[in-house]
Protein backbone atom coordinates (compact mmCIF):
# COMPACT_ATOMS: atom_id res chain seq x y z
CA UNK A 1 0.00 0.00 0.00
CA UNK A 2 1.09 3.40 -0.54
CA UNK A 3 1.45 6.15 2.36
CA UNK A 4 -1.36 8.14 1.64
CA UNK A 5 -3.57 4.60 1.40
CA UNK A 6 -3.29 4.09 4.91
CA UNK A 7 -5.59 7.31 5.78
CA UNK A 8 -8.52 5.42 3.87
CA UNK A 9 -8.31 3.78 7.47
CA UNK A 10 -9.25 6.41 9.05
CA UNK A 11 -13.17 7.00 10.25
CA UNK A 12 -12.58 10.67 10.79
CA UNK A 13 -10.37 13.35 9.64
CA UNK A 14 -9.73 16.93 10.15
CA UNK A 15 -10.52 19.48 7.21
CA UNK A 16 -7.32 20.20 7.40
CA UNK A 17 -6.23 16.36 7.21
CA UNK A 18 -8.70 15.89 4.41
CA UNK A 19 -7.73 18.83 2.60
CA UNK A 20 -4.26 17.96 2.42
CA UNK A 21 -5.03 14.51 0.88
CA UNK A 22 -7.05 15.79 -1.58
CA UNK A 23 -4.18 17.85 -3.28
CA UNK A 24 -2.13 15.29 -2.45
CA UNK A 25 0.20 15.77 0.61
CA UNK A 26 0.43 13.23 3.40
CA UNK A 27 -1.01 15.11 6.63
CA UNK A 28 1.62 12.93 8.38
CA UNK A 29 4.50 14.22 6.05
CA UNK A 30 6.68 17.09 7.45
CA UNK A 31 4.78 19.25 4.72
CA UNK A 32 1.79 17.83 6.10
CA UNK A 33 2.39 18.45 9.66
CA UNK A 34 3.96 22.05 8.46
CA UNK A 35 1.53 23.34 6.52
CA UNK A 36 -1.13 24.94 8.79
CA UNK A 37 1.73 27.61 10.54
CA UNK A 38 2.84 28.02 7.06
CA UNK A 39 2.37 31.98 4.80
CA UNK A 40 -0.07 31.12 1.82
CA UNK A 41 2.30 31.78 -0.39
CA UNK A 42 4.15 28.27 1.23
CA UNK A 43 1.26 26.03 1.21
CA UNK A 44 0.23 24.14 -1.67
CA UNK A 45 -1.46 26.06 -4.24
CA UNK A 46 -5.01 24.30 -3.95
CA UNK A 47 -4.89 24.02 -0.26
CA UNK A 48 -6.47 27.22 0.56
CA UNK A 49 -9.26 26.73 -1.48
CA UNK A 50 -9.74 23.12 -0.59
CA UNK A 51 -10.19 24.19 2.72
CA UNK A 52 -12.27 27.01 2.36
CA UNK A 53 -14.74 24.59 0.13
CA UNK A 54 -14.74 21.95 2.50
CA UNK A 55 -15.59 24.71 5.31
CA UNK A 56 -18.27 26.23 3.63
CA UNK A 57 -19.89 22.83 2.59
CA UNK A 58 -20.21 21.86 6.72
CA UNK A 59 -21.48 25.26 7.29
CA UNK A 60 -24.00 24.94 4.46
CA UNK A 61 -24.97 21.91 5.53
CA UNK A 62 -24.17 19.62 2.25
CA UNK A 63 -21.22 17.71 3.97
CA UNK A 64 -22.13 16.16 7.30
CA UNK A 65 -19.53 16.57 9.99
CA UNK A 66 -19.21 16.80 13.73
CA UNK A 67 -18.01 20.00 14.59
CA UNK A 68 -15.44 19.82 17.48
CA UNK A 69 -13.36 22.69 20.22
CA UNK A 70 -10.35 22.75 21.39
CA UNK A 71 -10.70 21.51 25.02
CA UNK A 72 -7.57 23.48 25.81
CA UNK A 73 -7.95 27.00 26.83
CA UNK A 74 -6.30 29.85 24.49
CA UNK A 75 -4.36 31.22 27.38
CA UNK A 76 -3.37 30.98 30.66
CA UNK A 77 -5.60 32.26 33.08
CA UNK A 78 -3.83 34.86 36.20
CA UNK A 79 -4.51 37.60 38.35
CA UNK A 80 -2.61 39.61 36.05
CA UNK A 81 -5.38 39.19 32.72
CA UNK A 82 -8.24 39.44 35.34
CA UNK A 83 -8.01 42.56 36.50
CA UNK A 84 -6.89 46.10 35.23
CA UNK A 85 -3.38 46.58 34.17
CA UNK A 86 -3.71 50.11 36.10
CA UNK A 87 -4.49 48.06 39.11
CA UNK A 88 -1.69 45.31 38.09
CA UNK A 89 0.29 48.22 38.37
CA UNK A 90 -0.90 49.59 41.77
CA UNK A 91 -0.81 46.26 43.59
CA UNK A 92 2.69 45.47 42.37
CA UNK A 93 3.77 49.38 43.88
CA UNK A 94 2.05 48.70 47.23
CA UNK A 95 3.88 45.32 47.50
CA UNK A 96 6.90 47.09 47.15
CA UNK A 97 7.81 45.64 43.44
Do not use: F
Request: charged share 30%; with cysteine; hydrophobic share 35%.
Amino acid sequence: MEDLDYWRLCDDLSVIEAALLIVGVDPSSREGVECKGMQPHEQPREYAATCSALMNAIRGGKLNARVRYPAQPRYEASIDNLIGAHQVARRRRCRGH
